[in-house]
């Protein structure tokens, strides 16, 4: 069965303002990685996370195995953070196999 | 960032053709991966591959799939013969470890099998 429950499906922001997605685990997950896919369908990574948070720029992100989540802040939004936003996680036990979230489509609005 | 390269960016053939998609890994990279998206559907695991072996490969990896990376040179994915249920797009993917590590992913290529 899915592994990664991946929330909200859709989202749309206005421009500066923020908003959190997440993801959580059905099984223990020993590291998380976000991406976004640009309009070409190329993933970008943002985040590599086996434990606790990362922030970079406008985007933070938090990983708790223990608690089977991980969630990605996005804060002051702009319009070019338009896209799809996926998770994928790694089991324990797993070789560097990811399991990828359904995605959560991003619209900022002006 | 490091760039995972892939060719062709699309390919269309006919059921049981045999076809070959081609990765460009990063430089110093020693792992490797596909991942196979059908229309609609989420990215899915297909086989991770280092030193030469298989180390690990989902139910999607059928009989008909295999993987080889000759003389360090393009990671290669074969489908032959192909079935019309082959028809997703592929993503290749590399990582410098085995360990914690991060994967970066090709632009994948779109295969439609006629």
């Known amino acids: 069965g899915d592994q990664v429950e991946q929330s909200p499906s859709a989202l749309s922001l206005h421009e500066g303002t923020g908003s959190a997605l997440r993801c959580n685990f059905t099984?223990?997950?020993?590291?998380v990685q976000w991406f976004r896919k640009n309009s070409r369908g190329s993933l970008i990574n943002l985040f590599y996370?086996?434990?606790g948070t990362k922030e970079n720029g406008r985007l933070k992100s938090a990983f708790d195995s223990k608690e089977r989540y991980s969630t990605l802040h996005i804060r002051d939004a702009q319009l070019e953070d338009s896209g799809t936003y996926f998770c994928?996680?790694?089991?324990?036990?797993?070789?560097?196999?990811?399991?990828f979230g359904a995605g959560t489509r991003l619209a900022v609005c002006p | 960032g490091p760039k995972v390269l892939q060719i062709p960016s699309h390919q269309i053939i006919d059921m049981g053709q045999m076809v070959t998609l081609n990765c460009d890994p990063v430089?110093?990279?020693?792992?490797f991966y596909w991942y196979k998206q059908i229309l609609g559907q989420q990215m899915e695991f297909l086989v991770n591959?280092?030193?030469?072996?298989?180390?690990?490969k989902s139910k999607l990896f059928k009989d008909q799939f295999s993987v080889e990376r000759p003389d360090g040179s393009y990671f290669t994915l074969k489908i032959q013969p192909t079935a019309l249920e082959d028809s997703a797009v592929y993503f290749c993917?590399?990582?410098?470890?085995?360990?914690?590590?991060?994967?970066?992913f090709g632009p994948g290529t779109r295969l439609l099998v006629l």
């Open positions: 099984t223990t997950m020993r590291a």
């Open positions: 993917a590399s990582s410098r470890t085995g360990g914690e590590d991060t994967q970066y």
């Open positions: 591959f280092y030193n030469g072996k298989v180390m690990e």
């Open positions: 996370l086996a434990s």
């Open positions: 994928a996680a790694e089991a324990v036990g797993s070789f560097n196999k990811l399991t």
């Open positions: 430089s110093n990279h020693l792992y």
